[in-house]
């Protein structure tokens, strides 16, 4: 069966920091790879995803990068925190194909405190 | 611009009965709808999906329910227990993108 692993489960950074959150997936070859974000009393915000090593689209501009390094690890940048960073960080993974696209298992999430 | 709304950010149920968590959207593009359930500080956990060709698609104490017409879908759970308690998310997504669109979230607390 397919897992998703993030870490950290929680973060605590000052704002201008840089920052790094990682994401795998294990059970699975070739996945889509998904990073949300879901702030304060908001649903959930697409920020990036990827179809491939190396492939990364994103959704809104903003402060934040991402980086596929390997098929089934994706990673979630900054080179300086902001406050509005701030948020609950969601990892999810889906499979490839339309009719598998739809349907992103997400991971347990990171709680990002910027102060 | 939010596609995809719950409209009720909270709903009480009392144990053994219904619970009817409802969901607009927006977008007539959209084809394919998943509602998720999540728990405080984790990930949502896929519950049930229905594609746009079908009005109704059911998994044990799940049922959800589509009317394309009044770009409505509803999750019906019977009966409900104290541990499907949880914020549940209506999303939807069409054949332009990768994204969910997700909704802003129901609360549900069923009392024993």
């Known amino acids: 069966s397919q897992t998703i692993h993030q870490w950290p489960a929680t973060l605590v950074q000052p704002v201008g920091s840089p920052l790094s959150l990682e994401c795998t997936v294990e059970?699975?070859?070739?996945?889509?790879l998904y990073w949300y974000r879901q702030a304060a009393g908001r649903g959930l915000q697409l920020l990036f995803y990827?179809?491939?090593?190396?492939?990364i689209s994103s959704e809104v501009p903003q402060n934040l990068s991402a980086s596929r390094p390997q098929d089934r690890q994706f990673i979630l940048s900054s080179k300086k925190l902001l406050l509005s960073d701030s948020g609950f960080y969601l990892c999810?993974?889906?499979?490839?194909?339309?009719?598998?696209?739809?349907?992103?298992?997400f991971g347990p999430g990171t709680r990002l405190t910027v102060l | 611009d939010q596609q995809v709304k719950q409209n009720s950010p909270s709903l009480s149920v009392q144990e053994g009965r219904i619970s009817i968590l409802n969901c607009d959207y927006t977008n007539s593009m959209f084809d394919y709808f998943l509602w998720y359930k999540k728990y405080p500080a984790e990930g949502p956990t896929f519950l049930i999906s229905i594609s746009s060709i079908k009005d109704k698609n059911e998994d044990g104490r799940f049922t959800v329910f589509l009317n394309k017409s009044a770009k409505h879908l509803s999750l019906h759970i019977v009966p409900s227990q104290p541990g499907d308690s949880a914020v549940y998310f209506c999303?939807?997504?069409?054949?332009?993108?990768?994204?969910?669109?997700f909704g802003k979230g129901t609360s549900l607390l069923v009392t024993p």
């Open positions: 059970g699975t070859s070739n996945p889509n």
């Open positions: 999303a939807a997504s069409g054949n332009s993108g990768y994204a969910l669109n």
């Open positions: 990827s179809v491939g090593i190396g492939q």
């Open positions: 999810a993974w889906s499979g490839v194909g339309r009719q598998y696209t739809d349907t992103q298992y």
